[in-house]
């Protein structure tokens, strides 16, 4: 399972884009990269996820190089309610998919 | 459709006690997981379920078992209490097709004195 190193944490203020990158050299033919969002007491959420390239929802942007070595999430505009962390995981989709290895996550806190 | 729902959301044991936490799957979904997460730490994977078999283990004893019901909701049973198996619980689901993102519950928070 591919390891995965990310800031420990991020200041940002309101209205601003953050882009949280992060490293993962070992990552595998069949592995995705997934985000996800956490508040505190709450279960992580879904952000975004990918293969290569670019992918973009209604909240994120994905951004993978064509080595898949790091990936980069993109916060557009982000407001004082995006205060969380965030944890980049890679893991492979064709096996036991539950067995996810989160690490300790970037904490992002978002300023008036 | 209805999201991960896990009960109780607090539970307070005493060491050397059992405990059992509930969890329901999103609606749809085959295949549940179990996280760990300590205070500061990120969620640490306990074990996962498909077709109510256990396939998949992370590093953690045997006193940690859990249980898949014909509907897909999940049990996870802790025998032995320490005070370190104070933490929040997480129950996450998925489709056993992937890619597929695991959907998480809000966790229960057990705390052993």
């Known amino acids: 399972l591919a390891k995965t190193t990310q800031p420990i944490s991020m200041d940002s203020y309101e209205g601003q884009e953050v882009n949280i990158t992060c490293s993962h050299n070992?990552?595998?033919?069949?592995?995705?990269i997934t985000w996800y969002q956490q508040f505190p007491s709450q279960g992580p959420r879904f952000i975004i996820q990918?293969?290569?390239t670019k992918v973009t929802n209604e909240v994120a942007s994905l951004f993978i190089p064509a080595d898949r070595k790091s990936s980069t999430l993109s916060l557009p505009r982000v407001s004082l309610s995006d205060t969380a962390v965030y944890y980049c995981?890679?893991?492979?989709?064709?096996?036991?998919?539950?067995?996810?290895?989160f690490g300790k996550g970037t904490k992002l806190s978002v300023k008036p | 459709e209805t999201g991960v729902t896990q009960s109780p959301t607090h539970l307070i044991k005493t060491r050397g006690q059992q405990v059992t936490l509930r969890c329901s799957s999103q609606?749809?979904?085959?295949?549940v997981s179990w996280y760990q997460q300590a205070l500061g730490q990120g969620p640490q994977f306990i074990f996962q379920?498909?077709?109510?078999?256990?396939?998949g283990r992370g590093n953690f004893p045997p006193r940690f078992s859990g249980l898949q019901f014909p509907n897909y909701s999940s049990e996870l049973n802790v025998n032995a209490l320490e005070l370190d198996d104070s933490a929040l619980y997480l129950c996450?689901?998925?489709?056993?097709?992937?890619?597929?993102?695991?959907?998480f519950g809000n966790g229960t928070r057990l705390t052993v004195t």
């Open positions: 995981l890679v893991g492979d989709v064709t096996g036991s998919q539950g067995n996810l290895i």
């Open positions: 379920y498909y077709r109510e078999e256990e396939n």
């Open positions: 070992n990552i595998a033919t069949n592995d995705y």
């Open positions: 990918g293969y290569k």
């Open positions: 996450a689901s998925s489709l056993a097709q992937g890619p597929s993102p695991l959907h």
């Open positions: 609606s749809g979904h085959n295949t």
